[in-house]
């Protein structure tokens, strides 16, 4: 009988080593992937300035590169807030530090970088012929290897003039838009500026899955790019990125109509599995 107690006793050991670790627990509406686990989050449930602690700021006015016509201001809540448990990025008509209009740009640089995962914002976009939402990301090498070399990955890209229309798209040293061979697509959905949608990617070694409301409509491969640093540089890690940006080189191809402002996008959540 002892040895019966005490094999039963050993069954039930080996039973809990073998048990899979905790997965958290995801809020309520998240659906994580598979084997994966939400290991950061935002829900934008607490009113005034966006956490610090995970969003920072980029500031100034210097066109962005891209001709831009805003200037991003730092922890202004006319531009970036959170009311009513959503983020509030709000682009306004206004004199402000040499420009003609003010926007925010988020980042978690220097707070949250991630390789590989799935990394997705529910969102509401603005309305109107020159605004150019975006959610993001590049590599955290930025500051030392530059853009392209640090690679770029839009999660979500849209251009008010041509609305419901939802880019997807990476850009590095070999394919990049300056170059004209960025790689991406786009794919039409309806009522972009009336409801939230989900934008998301699912990111691994060897390649990147763009969705909208979970639906897959493009992957961009390894295989198919190359595997060298200029082709491929996505093994290392990431930080992401929200902006509305005023007109710029794609923005405002069709010029900006000064009737609309203020402009917002809205993000009722950012999360990020792996």
Not at 26 to 38: D, E, F, I, Q, Y
Request: glycine share 10%; proline share 4%.
């Amino acid at each position: 009988m002892d040895e019966l107690k005490l094999l039963a006793t050993w069954v039930i050991v080996l039973l809990l080593a073998c048990k899979s670790p905790e997965v958290e627990v995801p809020v309520s509406g998240a659906n994580p992937p598979s084997g994966r686990r939400l290991v950061w989050r935002d829900e934008f449930d607490k009113a005034g300035l966006p956490d610090s602690a995970k969003w920072g700021y980029e500031v100034g006015g210097n066109g962005w590169g891209n001709n831009e016509l805003q200037y991003y201001t730092d922890r202004r809540p006319e531009n970036a807030r959170i009311e009513n448990g959503k983020l509030i990025i709000e682009a306004r008509k206004e004199e402000y530090k040499g420009q003609k209009y003010t926007s925010a740009r988020l980042v978690t640089q220097n707070k949250a970088t991630w390789t590989y995962g799935r990394i997705e914002a529910m969102a509401k976009l603005p309305k109107g012929v020159g605004t150019w939402p975006a959610v993001w990301m590049l590599g955290k090498n930025i500051s030392t290897a530059g853009w392209p070399r640090s690679g770029e990955i839009d999660i979500m890209e849209h251009v008010g003039f041509d609305e419901g229309v939802i880019h997807g798209t990476v850009h590095t040293e070999a394919y990049n838009h300056a170059k004209k061979t960025e790689k991406g697509k786009a794919v039409s959905i309806n009522n972009v500026t009336g409801s939230f949608h989900l934008y998301a990617i699912e990111w691994t070694t060897d390649q990147i899955d763009f969705f909208v409301d979970d639906q897959k409509y493009y992957t961009v491969q390894k295989s198919a790019l190359g595997t060298s640093e200029a082709q491929w540089p996505f093994g290392q890690p990431f930080f992401l990125i929200l902006n509305v940006a005023v007109g710029g080189n794609w923005g405002g191809q069709k010029g900006v109509d000064e009737t609309i402002w203020p402009q917002r996008m809205e993000v009722d959540y950012v999360r990020v599995y792996q």
